[in-house]
């Protein structure tokens, strides 16, 4: 069931005691527990006096005090705070809601190249998207992940025609030839219209690059806990039949005209998007809008999300317009941008001898780091146990960093700083759970809502509690999973203040109860929200 939080009830009294209320504004407030401020707007568009309004509107609501000029604060009654306790506690999915109901959402997300390693160029979009399926999922929504594969295209022309001529698989050695010899560059284009067009021995070697390289995916997938399955993976390849009818109807709609040679749609930017290029050939936004025709028209996609970086940003206006224009994209297509993992020198991060880093070097690095952090923690702890333990901290780690730093921003990629017990880390969060959770295996009792006087920080952490599907809306409503971190940060904080002012165990029997309906809430939702980040939550660290 959805348990409405006591800021929502809040809103709804404002908005019944003040017809034309359109938005009370609540929020927290450091002199009561919830404040209103959309008053004073209202106050000014009618021409009344905002203090004499507040105190109208304050004297319907039980509880609520005028605190100045269109102000409203609210200190929530003992027995409201207990109440949602034990609505949350009795509820399966503690009280959030299912606001993603009859909703389809593709995710695009992780996108590695065949024949490459996943590099830490991969590591956002991989752990982002994950995230926002997890979120959605459980808001109710209907949820496809798509891995758009990088499985086509020049590359794989200039690969496999390496290997046609070198007998070698090398990428860079491919790489470097590719940009030295025009003359190899010109047969790497060439292979590419051959492998698009089937040609049998094109199409083997590409069939042995792209196994190989699923092994190397699945592997890196089950490290950091992300739900990309194989059946998840749709490539490029995957829409190279459909290429030449995307073209022929962009054409026909008068949509992309043909310039120099190629099929381009003209828009507002500077440069065309280029459909199909002066040799035949098919480039990514081809690719791109075969794909958004079959997830909307075959998947039935609501909402398309592409959690691709930043730098793609004309490239997805230019594919969407098209679409558009086109009449293929009826719903949403959001391009979910992010920025970039910085080196402690503030550029992109790279080895020492300025070579792209290795996802797996950095997964090795954290887990590293967290087994010298458990270790101290736990120095009777060792074998099988210690390593899994080190697993679930380290990779945590690395994810509650990404998922903590705003969308857009960067993040410089520190270790020490990931593994650290305090601060806004995962392993803090981690820790309160913990923390939690030995509590109650120790109790020896049965948790109870009982009607016995709170303490300030009760009081906190019940109201910080009573955030959760809010915070789970923030999410979803921007694509920003660092709105649940900065939720579940606050609540390790509020839990911890909790645990350290209140006894739990040498309380007496009915306040004991209640403390313990406390901890049980406190970290279902913790494990609950570090679930939905794809973070590991152990009972004991």
């Given amino acids: 069931m959805s348990v409405p939080s006591i800021a929502e009830s809040f809103d709804r009294a404002l908005r019944a005691a003040v017809p034309g209320l359109v938005e009370p504004a609540v929020r927290s407030s450091g002199r009561a527990d919830l404040q209103a401020d959309g008053l004073l707007a209202l106050a000014r568009r009618r021409g009344e006096d905002p203090q004499r309004l507040a105190g109208v509107v304050a004297g319907r609501i039980p509880g609520a005090v005028a605190a100045g000029p269109g102000f409203v604060n609210l200190t929530v009654p003992e027995d409201v705070l207990r109440g949602q306790v034990a609505l949350r506690l009795a509820d399966g999915r503690l009280g959030v809601g299912l606001p993603e109901a009859g909703t389809t959402t593709v995710v695009d997300y992780s996108q590695p190249n065949i024949a490459k390693e996943m590099h830490v160029g991969h590591l956002r979009s991989t752990i982002i998207g994950d995230a926002l399926v997890r979120v959605l999922e459980h808001l109710g929504g209907t949820v496809l992940r798509q891995n758009h594969i990088g499985d086509w295209g020049t590359q794989f022309g200039m690969l496999i025609q390496f290997l046609h001529e070198r007998g070698d698989g090398d990428y860079r050695a491919a790489r470097a030839l590719f940009e030295a010899d025009t003359a190899f560059a010109e047969r790497s284009r060439r292979r590419v219209v051959a492998l698009q067009a089937g040609d049998p021995a094109s199409v083997a070697v590409w069939r042995r690059l792209v196994a190989a390289s699923f092994e190397h995916f699945t592997d890196v997938y089950d490290r950091l806990g992300v739900r990309l399955r194989p059946a998840d993976a749709v490539g490029e390849s995957f829409y190279n039949a459909a290429l030449p009818q995307v073209a022929a109807d962009l054409e026909a709609a008068g949509v992309a005209v043909v310039s120099d040679g190629a099929l381009c749609v003209f828009g507002e930017e500077a440069s065309p998007l280029i459909v199909r290029k002066s040799d035949g050939g098919f480039g990514y936004a081809a690719t791109d809008l075969a794909a958004l025709r079959h997830r909307v028209g075959v998947l039935g996609a609501d909402r398309i999300l592409y959690v691709v970086d930043a730098r793609q940003a004309l490239h997805f206006r230019q594919v969407f317009a098209a679409a558009r224009r086109a009449g293929w994209l009826g719903g949403q297509a959001v391009h979910v941008p992010f920025g970039t993992v910085l080196g402690d020198d503030g550029r992109p991060f790279r080895t020492r001898s300025g070579e792209t880093v290795r996802l797996t ?136 203040a909790f645990v350290e002012t ?4 040498r309380a007496p029997a009915d306040v004991r109860a209640n403390r313990l309906a406390l901890c049980t809430l406190a970290a279902d939702t913790l494990r609950t929200g570090l679930d939905l980040l794809g973070v590991a939550t152990p009972d004991r660290l």
């Fill in 361 to 496: 070097d950095l997964l090795d690095a954290a887990v590293a780091a967290a087994r010298d952090v458990v270790s101290a923690k736990n120095p009777g702890l060792g074998g099988e146990e210690l390593a899994e333990r080190a697993r679930q901290v380290g990779i945590g780690a690395v994810k509650y960093a990404d998922l903590s730093t705003g969308r857009t921003r960067d993040y410089v990629f520190d270790v020490d700083r990931m593994v650290a017990l305090t601060g806004d880390t995962g392993v803090y969060v981690q820790f309160a759970h913990a923390r939690l959770r030995s509590i109650l295996r120790r109790a020896g009792a049965t948790p109870a809502v009982t009607p016995v006087a709170l303490e300030p920080v009760e009081r906190r952490l019940i109201l910080r509690l009573d955030g959760f599907a809010a915070a789970l809306g923030e999410v979803a409503a921007g694509y920003e999973p660092h709105r649940l971190c900065g939720y579940l940060s606050g609540l390790a904080q509020a839990v911890t």
């Fill in 502 to 505: 209140c006894p739990v165990l």
